[in-house]
C-alpha cells in the first residue's frame, strides 16, 4: 500500500506495547516457598505455532494455600493445556 495508507492502518490498530515483566517472590513464615508464578515474555518461543505477531505474552500467580503441590500442578500445566487447545 502507499505511505499513506500504511499509516493509516497502523494508526487504525492503535499504538504497539512493548511489556516486559520478571517475578520476584519472599517466602514469608512458611518453611517452604509455597507459590508458583509463570513468566514468558513471548510464547513462540517456547509454542512455535502460537503468532509472532502481534507478540503473545503469559503472566501469572499460582498461590500455594498451605502446600506447593496444586500450585506447582498449575504453573505447570496450565498454560501448555491453554495454547494448545488455540490452534
Do not use: N, Y
Not at 2 to 28: L, Y
Request: glycine fraction near 6%; proline fraction near 9%; charged fraction near 20%.
Amino acid at each position: 500500500p502507499p505511505p499513506a495508507a500504511a499509516a493509516a492502518a497502523a494508526a487504525a490498530a492503535g499504538p504497539a506495547v512493548q511489556v516486559d515483566a520478571g517475578a520476584h517472590s519472599i517466602q514469608g513464615r512458611r518453611k517452604a516457598m509455597e507459590d508458583q508464578h509463570v513468566v514468558l515474555d513471548d510464547l513462540a518461543e517456547r509454542w512455535p505455532h502460537v503468532p509472532r505477531t502481534p507478540r503473545h505474552a503469559c503472566w501469572a500467580v499460582f498461590d500455594g494455600h498451605g502446600g506447593q503441590d496444586a500450585a506447582k500442578l498449575a504453573a505447570d500445566c496450565l498454560l501448555p493445556l491453554l495454547v494448545d487447545d488455540v490452534q
